[in-house]
């Protein structure tokens, strides 16, 4: 009697095994034209003998930009917007169209297999490779925290503060996760803070990380109010909605697998918090989507929602104690107040201030600064 079941799973062993050698062939191919982060890949394409790869030096597109004006340097940043946003995966025909108007060549890698159509091998091929190029975002929810006066502290007092910022969001995010709501969230330190954001991307995911925030300033006040010392930071904070890149920084001879943004959103954060006070809670000029509503919406609108999924959240304990009330504080006739910002550089930009009042089973808390 044939055990065909028993060769059946040989068979898709052997062909398990077979894709992660493709794979890693890929991988150490890569590494070697990467050549420790002096080139990067812009886009890629399956090939019948392994795949072609657009590679540039990393210098390329600040090159391919500078000089240009108005219209014209507008066209250029719209085009590589569009070439390296979402996956970095073409077609045959869409590489050798790209690579024809940057003025490059593709470079061919010789793999001892084929990619195919397998959805799971192109996904997989995809997240490796995307790890040795940049990447175009052009809307998501950022936050910043930064620890009001941590130059002041000592060293322990900073370890201290920073770990208790880390376990607040760790915190809000394990609230979040036991409620159903998967906040997938990354986050690069700034020395003295963090940027946050979600991998993933669209209206639910933007709104969920207000949401995020607001339960990660409530743990951080309860922890104020329980702790002795300097332990536990005062923070300000910012949200807000816009575009960025996002790269995978080198560590030694590999790239990282953490990313890090930087773009139109940071460069904004930063900029709000820069004459914020310690506590204060700004939320950027911003219009995008909300979940299951057409048209898009600003800082109001958001507010409104994010306290709204919080406050339909069964079960919802913050050391303890169950969050009873979230309410906002609008000094002027009921919406909120809406800021006149001047950074270093004497730019202007608008935000809107925060303020919330916070009942728990056993304390009040004020958020936010007037």
């Known amino acids: ?62 090159n391919l930009t500078a000089g240009g004006h108005g219209g014209e340097l507008a066209e250029k940043e719209q085009f590589v917007s569009a070439v390296i946003g979402g996956s970095c995966l073409k077609s045959h025909g869409e590489i050798f169209s790209i690579a024809q108007r940057l003025g490059v060549s593709p470079s061919f890698i010789k793999l001892d297999g084929v990619l195919g159509e397998d959805p799971e091998m192109l996904a997989a091929a995809d997240a490796i490779i995307s790890s040795y190029g940049i990447s175009y975002v052009g809307s998501r929810a950022v936050l910043l925290f930064d620890i009001a006066e941590f130059s002041l502290y000592t060293p ?27 906040v997938n969230f990354a986050r690069t330190t700034t020395g003295d803070g963090y940027y946050v954001w979600n991998r993933d991307q669209g209206a639910y995911p933007d709104l969920d990380m207000l949401s995020f925030l607001l339960l990660i300033l409530i743990d951080n006040a309860v922890a104020r109010s329980q702790a002795s010392g300097n332990t536990v930071p005062v923070i300000r904070s910012a949200f807000h909605i ?31 918090l820069e004459s914020a ?94």
């Open 242 to 272: 816009g575009s960025h890149y996002e790269l995978f920084q080198a560590e030694g001879v590999n790239p990282s697998v953490l990313s890090y943004i930087v773009g139109d959103v940071t460069i904004t954060l930063a900029r709000m």
């Open 277 to 370: 006070q310690a506590g204060q809670i700004v939320l950027g000029n911003f219009q995008a989507h909300l979940p299951e509503r057409d048209g898009v919406f600003g800082a109001q609108e958001f507010v409104v929602q994010a306290i709204a999924e919080l406050k339909e959240l069964d079960k919802l304990r913050i050391a303890g104690q169950s969050l009873n009330d979230i309410s906002v504080v609008t000094p002027e006739q009921g919406a909120l107040q809406v800021l006149s910002m001047v950074d270093k550089h004497g730019m202007t930009l608008e935000a809107v201030n925060l303020e919330l009042d916070i009942e728990l089973a056993d304390e009040r808390l004020r958020l936010g600064a007037r």
């Open 1 to 62: 009697m044939v055990d065909k079941s028993g060769q059946l799973r040989r068979r898709q062993g052997e062909a398990g095994s077979h894709k992660t050698r493709i794979l890693q062939q890929l991988e150490q191919s890569l590494r070697k034209h990467w050549r420790l982060g002096q080139n990067m890949v812009l886009c890629w394409a399956p090939d019948p003998k392994g795949v072609l790869t657009l590679m540039v030096p990393h210098y390329f597109l600040g």
């Open 156 to 182: 322990f007092e900073q370890a201290s503060q920073l770990n208790s910022l880390s376990y607040s969001m760790n915190s809000a995010y394990n609230k979040l996760q036991r409620q159903g709501v998967d």
